[in-house]
């Protein structure tokens, strides 16, 4: 028995750790072309646009969070700035559904892990998602209700001393504030966006010339460190999750909370059912692509499986958020809204793909346990070429080269400036990147003060 659940344990951490090795280059790739998207293509100020609920709004809504990826708390976050600011409920929300699905990682992991036709399905789904919702929400929204909740909200934050981050619209930190040089006292959210926030300002000539420079380069590093900083745990665990449902959740568990056959109720209950089962899976963001390989893997229809790739907005952590920026009505109403729109889609999906017959057959194909994840082929050598890619921007972030400021860290090597924390050793000043490199410093300081803390010009490398 015991020997059975140690084999079972390892078979499912070889299937987790397959599948995140099989679409690795996938999530890298897809994250870099975000980086490159959220730092040089220029944003309006959405505020400004998002403030009527008519189709232009919910286009640029759309758009907007398509090129603003991100875990699902980061989406939510920037939505409850958006909506602060004037944006209309229905924007704010369309800005939510396209930042959590129509993004290049995602669709990139999902052809690699369940194919094309959930690719298209996640896409034009995506689409009809916003759509469908947009046309719930003109007709039953309560005005007077998110009116207040704004009005309340504004004036909780503005009492607790709450400012948004002007590069990402999330809730700023006390720890993390520049001075302008208008005066203007602004916070950030993380250092990551305060760096980005120096860089925009110290910026200079066309995203071509960024390019070719170390400057440019620091920019997509550092917005690349900040988009794994936000999806990691939850890709983390949604591969080995996935691996442990594949080996230890027995069929008879699938056939009984998903009815099995034909027809329009089984299609119904399928796409509700997989949006239940997503509310309380507490995996987010991208995690629940490789937990739908499970359930497809386990027999569960399309309208199921893709479903619940659609419902990472409203896991029960998620909804608890909602729950803390809004009260427990608009919480109520956004699941209602969410869960309706999620299982309706998926339940049109399906109709869809089956009357133009490309639904996929799982049968005849492998299944989680007979495949074979490390060979030396194409995912091989895509995975080398994405994990080269992937030091070389975090290796030109860590070094700070091309970064905005006067001194170099001498823990990290990051160029920072004089606003930032400080230590003295030898009768030389020394600034910091964070508060961490500083007591890193302290512990031993003869191993990293070099009695040159300015860059040298022409020595910046």
Request: aromatic share 14%.
């Amino acid at each position: 028995m015991v020997a059975t659940m140690i084999d079972g344990i390892f078979e499912a951490l070889r299937i987790g750790v397959g599948f995140l090795w099989t679409a690795a280059w996938a999530i890298i790739m897809g994250l870099t072309i975000t980086s490159l998207v959220q730092v040089y293509v220029s944003k309006e100020r959405m505020a400004q646009v998002l403030g009527d609920g008519d189709l232009s709004g919910l286009t640029k809504a759309t758009a907007f969070g398509a090129a603003s990826s991100g875990c699902s708390f980061g989406a939510v976050a920037i939505g409850k700035g958006l909506f602060k600011k004037g944006a209309h409920a229905v924007n704010f929300l369309a800005f939510m559904f396209a930042s959590t699905n129509l993004i290049v990682e995602l669709g990139l992991m999902i052809l690699i892990l369940l194919g094309w036709e959930f690719l298209v399905a996640e896409l034009l789904g995506g689409l009809i998602l916003i759509a469908v919702m947009a046309v719930i929400v003109h007709l039953t929204l309560p005005e007077n209700l998110f009116d207040e909740v704004r009005e309340t909200l504004n004036e909780r934050d503005h009492e607790a001393g709450v400012t948004e981050d002007p590069t990402c619209g999330m809730e700023g930190k006390d720890e993390y504030t520049l001075t302008t040089d208008g005066g203007e006292t602004l916070k950030f959210c993380s250092e990551g966006c305060m760096e980005t926030y120096r860089q925009e300002m110290s910026s200079r000539g066309g995203w071509r010339d960024e390019l070719l420079s170390w400057g440019g380069w620091y920019k997509v590093g550092n917005q690349y460190r900040k988009e794994w900083s936000m999806i990691w745990k939850d890709v983390i665990a949604g591969f080995l999750i996935s691996g442990f449902v594949i080996v230890f959740v027995p069929q008879w568990v699938w056939n009984t909370l998903f009815i099995q056959g034909d027809g329009l109720l089984v299609t119904a209950e399928n796409a509700i059912m997989g949006v239940a089962i997503a509310v309380i899976s507490f995996v987010g963001s991208m995690g629940n692509v490789p937990f739908a390989v499970a359930l497809w893997g386990g027999g569960i229809s399309f309208a199921g499986v893709i479903a619940f790739v659609y419902a990472d907005l409203i896991t029960i952590p998620v909804l608890n958020v909602y729950r803390k920026y809004y009260g427990w009505k608009v919480m109520l109403y956004i699941l209602g809204v969410f869960f309706v729109t999620m299982a309706f889609t998926g339940f049109l999906m399906e109709l869809l793909f089956d009357a133009l017959n490309i639904v996929p057959d799982l049968a005849g194909g492998e299944t989680a346990t007979e495949q074979t994840y490390f060979e030396v082929n194409y995912t091989f050598y895509l995975n080398l070429i994405a994990f080269a890619l992937s030091g070389f921007l975090l290796y030109v972030y860590r070094r700070g080269l091309g970064a905005p400021g006067q001194y170099r860290d001498p823990v990290c090597g990051m160029r920072t400036d004089d606003s930032e924390p400080s230590a003295t050793h030898d009768g030389e000043t020394y600034y910091f990147c964070s508060q961490t490199c500083k007591e890193t410093f302290e512990e031993d300081p003869n191993e990293y003060a070099t009695g040159h803390p300015m860059v040298m010009e022409g020595h910046d490398h």
